[in-house]
T-cell receptor
Framework: KNQVEQSPQSLIILEGKNCTLQ??????????LRWYKQDTGRGPVSLTI?????NTKSNGRYTATLDADTKQSSLHITASQLSDSASYIC???????????FGTGTRLKVLA | NAGVTQTPKFRILKIGQSMTLQCTQD?????MYWYRQDPGMGLKLIYY???????DKGEVPNGYNVSRSTTEDFPLRLELAAPSQTSVYFC?????????????FGPGTRLTVL
């Protein structure tokens, strides 16, 4: 069964600290893996997209990694800011289809 | 560019009522999608369209209908609302359907069926 699991479910950190969010997937055949940021009451916004051949992708203070062999990805946030408080969603697409498997997200809270 | 816009933002329906959720994009994107997001769950694809006049079912199409008469608009129709359709609905669009095409999401419509 195609699944995307994220951990932790929620996380609280102090402003300025770094954090890493995890994503494990069992999607096959794999096409690409995406990380989205979703602010409360808003639609998801794309942070990174990685295909099978890419193992790291950065977008400002956000760095995503992908290990296609172990089917794991992580999103590292550097020097967190209050505006980073949001849900972070990992999404894996199924090759040859328009199907995207969404994880349930990690809720991040950054405190001053 | 306004991006992807959705109306209404909120709606309460009674069981059995019908309504249309509107979605418009001004980026000249070919692909458009409708998702629903239930509390504590990942987004699920309801319907998608690869161009004007072409639509297809996603994972959870039952109880919904769509049409795509123009590139810009992709309305979602609920014919006989049921409590199970209480959810947040997101419309999204992308230029293509390729592995590196970014999906742009609207702000969502929060629907409650009582």
């Amino acid at each position: 069964k195609n699944q995307v699991e994220q951990s932790p479910q929620s996380l609280i950190i102090l402003e300025g600290k770094n954090c890493t969010l995890q994503c494990n997937y069992t999607v096959s055949p794999f096409s690409n893996l995406r990380w989205y940021k979703q602010d409360t009451g808003r639609g998801p916004v794309s942070l990174t997209i990685m295909t099978f051949s890419e193992n790291t992708k950065s977008n400002g203070r956000y760095t995503a990694t992908l290990d296609a062999d172990t089917k794991q990805s992580s999103l590292h946030i550097t020097a967190s800011q209050l505006s980073d408080s949001a849900s972070y969603i990992c999404v894996v697409s199924v090759s040859g289809t328009y199907k995207y498997i969404f994880g349930t997200g990690t809720r991040l809270k950054v405190l001053a | 560019n306004a991006g992807v816009t959705q109306t209404p933002k909120f709606r309460i329906l009674k069981i059995g009522q019908s309504m249309t959720l509107q979605c418009t994009q001004d980026m000249n994107h070919n692909y458009m999608y409708w998702y629903r997001q239930d509390p504590g769950m990942g987004l699920k694809l309801i319907y998608y369209s690869v161009g004007a006049g072409i639509t297809d079912k996603g994972e959870v199409p039952n109880g919904y209908n769509v049409s795509r008469s123009t590139t810009e608009d992709f309305p979602l129709r609920l014919e006989l609302a049921a409590p199970s359709q209480t959810s947040v609905y997101f419309c999204a669009s992308s230029y293509g359907g390729g592995s590196t095409d970014t999906q742009y999401f609207g702000p969502g419509t929060r629907l409650t069926v009582l």
